[in-house]
């Protein structure tokens, strides 16, 4: 392994130093999706806090949502556990939703501020508007079926929206950034995000990068590489690690390897290079209870204890416990370096570290290889959008890398009598990106040389998700009693008798010669785990395909006109599956259909996970 010079970063605040903050991620729900509740979150910051081997230094938290789960948009009780243990909070709120939604984030957020006045300005240490948007709109994100994201206008606006409504409050001064990976802060199209920003937020995890050397000996290179590609396009901004780790269980990805002693390992060679020096949320204290995710990356196993799985003292070569400078000419003097307006941690291009010293001290005892208590979901739980591949032309000087993200899903909203409730959890997947490439918004493929109805075959695909299948990349709704406005995306299919959704599918090019089934899957609730439904009245669907595909400006008034009918369900019940129409799949082209009511009212939470709800596309 190569040796580097030690980690060197300037810190100061007013006239003195300030110690960078440490702390790890915390979802809304636990595996099973049961709301996390103020005193759950009271138990983590607690055991963050005395945390064997840590001394105390995890501090902080960061949230991915202000609203708590089960509830339409009051203020998460994380942070009355936050107050109460003067536990440091990097907020988040949620940004690839209906404008509707994020409103409930602001209103949450509001309600906070009117509920702790001047004891939130002591707790928060950053506002996160988002988290891994930009890269779910990526042709990357769309080919692992992320959900719905956002392009960098969309991210900015929101961004300006929450200093808007923050401006004559006691949070007016809190820093205002983004959450994404740092793939997507390389895409110079991206740049007014990050223009836009107090701070930015990279998250990065080698194991997930396996077309590359990412065993756990070079785990450390992988991520200062991602890490220090950050910080040469941030700006000049605070260039925050909102999220990195290395799993304690799961698949081997290529040459990474999760195990107990390769988690020390990350978090030796990672992790105790950058505690103190720069904000850090690791991931993760605790994923797996009352189910295990697979990988899982907890520090603590499925029983919440501050003894951990793997030991978390770090080498005394660690540059946490170091103020040499840098000789590998990367670093910069603290005159140069920018100061976080939350801290006054400066982050300049952080060199890789040098070679740790092996701990002498073994793990400890623990619970198994599981890790944690779903305090950050990982059961896979993303209702997704995107599964097809985008064909691009990558420049022979493009380096293609694999990654790893972790996707925070769509809120699940649940509608119980009058109320409407809200919940949120996270999942990880793995990712290609293009290193250097400039893609910014999805291309529509150039249309198949048939671009009318594709031919048909004798067979039909079944009305499952057992194999080959694809997933809407955007879900519209439109409203004729609202005819021109545009509804933006949704998560949720919405149809009554006023409403109409409007789903795009893409295509790959390998799709020519097989067999496509538009599917519509209504299981009844009790099978349901990360979605849910409402129903009221008599009556069925109606299922059209379109001329073009919807976009997020499309409007009653301008909606792509129909092409075909393609098929009726004329009386819609709960625990039916349904092959709505098959025929030869279409190719290389992007294609869109909407969905109408006839006589009910039905709002459903597009979702794959077990039990699938939804429209999809069975291939064979």
């Known amino acids: 392994m190569r040796t580097y010079g030690l980690l060197a970063l300037a810190a100061s605040l007013a006239t003195t130093s300030a110690q960078a903050l440490q702390g790890f991620n915390y979802g809304s729900v636990f595996t099973n999706s049961a709301p996390i509740t103020g005193g759950d979150y009271e138990r983590f910051f607690n055991t963050a806090k005395q945390l064997a081997g840590t001394s105390g230094a995890f501090t902080s938290a960061r949230l991915f949502t202000t609203i708590q789960a089960g509830t339409t948009n009051s203020p998460t009780e994380a942070i009355a556990a936050a107050d109460a243990t003067q536990t440091k909070l990097l907020l988040g709120l949620f940004l690839s939703s209906t404008d509707q939604q994020f409103n409930n984030e602001l209103t949450a957020l509001?309600?906070?501020?009117?509920?702790?006045?001047?004891?939130?300005?002591?707790?928060?240490?950053?506002?996160?508007?988002?988290?891994?948007?930009?890269?779910?709109?990526?042709?990357?994100?769309?080919?692992?079926?992320s959900n719905p994201g956002e392009g960098p206008d969309a991210v900015v606006r929101r961004i300006n929206a929450v200093r808007q409504a923050l401006s004559d409050t006691v949070l007016s001064g809190a820093p205002i950034g983004h959450v994404d990976t740092w793939t997507a802060y390389v895409n110079s199209s991206n740049a007014a995000v990050?223009?836009?920003?107090?701070?930015?937020?990279?998250?990065?995890?080698p194991y997930f990068q396996n077309?590359?050397?990412?065993?756990?000996?070079?785990?450390?290179?992988?991520?200062?590489?991602?890490?220090?590609?950050?910080v040469a396009?941030?700006?000049?901004?605070?260039?925050?690690?909102?999220?990195?780790?290395?799993?304690?269980?799961?698949?081997?990805?290529?040459?990474a390897v999760p195990s107990l002693q390769n988690a020390e390992n990350y978090w030796d060679s990672v992790g105790c290079r950058v505690f103190g020096q720069i904000n850090t949320f690791w991931y993760t204290l605790q994923d797996a209870f009352p189910n295990a995710p697979s990988p899982s990356f907890g520090v603590v196993g499925s029983t919440l204890s501050n003894t951990p799985l793997y030991d978390l003292t770090c080498p005394q070569d660690s540059s946490s416990s170091t103020s040499a400078s840098s000789s590998g000419g990367s670093s910069t003097s603290a005159s140069q370096a920018v100061s976080s307006p939350a801290t006054g941690i400066s982050t300049p291009p952080v060199d890789r570290p040098a070679d740790k010293e092996a701990s002498s001290t073994p793990a400890p005892g623990g619970s198994g290889s599981n890790g944690g208590s779903g305090s950050n979901g990982g059961s896979g739980s993303n209702g997704g959008f995107g599964s097809t591949p985008v064909e691009n032309t990558v420049p022979p000087t493009v380096k293609t890398v694999m990654t790893y993200v972790t996707v925070t899903t769509c809120p699940v909203t649940v509608v119980q009598g009058s109320e409407t409730k809200t919940s949120m959890t996270t999942s990880t997947v793995s990712v290609t990106s293009t290193h250097g490439n400039t893609l910014s918004t999805i291309p529509t493929p150039a249309p198949s040389s048939n671009p009318g109805a594709p031919p048909s075959k004798p067979k039909q695909c079944p009305a499952n998700l057992a194999g080959v299948f694809e997933f809407p990349h955007l879900i519209i709704p439109v409203d004729k009693n609202k005819p021109d406005a545009a509804l933006g995306t949704s998560f949720n299919g919405l149809v009554t008798p006023t409403v109409s959704s409007i789903f795009n599918f893409d295509f790959?090019?390998?799709?020519?010669?097989?067999?496509?089934?538009?599917?519509?899957?209504?299981?009844?609730?009790?099978?349901?785990?990360?979605?849910?439904?409402?129903?009221?009245?008599?009556?069925?669907?109606?299922?059209?395909?379109?001329?073009?595909?919807?976009?997020s400006a499309t409007t009653f008034n301008n909606q792509p006109t129909v092409n075909a009918q393609v098929g009726t369900i004329q009386n819609l019940q709960p625990g039916a599956n349904t092959v709505i129409r098959s025929g030869g799949c279409f190719s290389n082209t992007r294609v869109a259909y909407k969905i109408s009511a006839t006589g009910l009212n039905l709002d459903y939470f597009q979702d794959f996970n077990p039990e699938p709800i939804g429209l999809y596309v069975s291939v064979c």
Not at 211 to 230: R, V
Not at 233 to 255: D, H, R
């Open 233 to 255: 396009v941030a700006q000049g901004k605070p260039v925050w690690i909102t999220e990195t780790g290395w799993p304690v269980s799961g698949p081997t990805e290529n040459l």
């Open 211 to 230: 077309t590359q050397e990412n065993s756990i000996e070079n785990g450390d290179d992988l991520f200062f590489d991602a890490y220090n590609a950050t």
């Open 508 to 551: 790959p090019a390998s799709y020519a010669g097989r067999t496509c089934s538009l599917i519509f899957l209504f299981p009844t609730r009790d099978q349901l785990q990360t979605s849910n439904y409402t129903l009221s009245g008599t009556g069925g669907l109606n299922f059209q395909r379109l001329n073009e595909p919807a976009d």
């Open 110 to 145: 509001r309600s906070a501020i009117d509920q702790y006045g001047q004891r939130l300005v002591n707790l928060v240490i950053g506002i996160s508007v988002g988290s891994e948007d930009l890269y779910r709109i990526s042709p990357t994100g769309i080919l692992n079926k």
């Open 194 to 205: 990050i223009a836009a920003s107090d701070f930015v937020g990279v998250d990065a995890y």
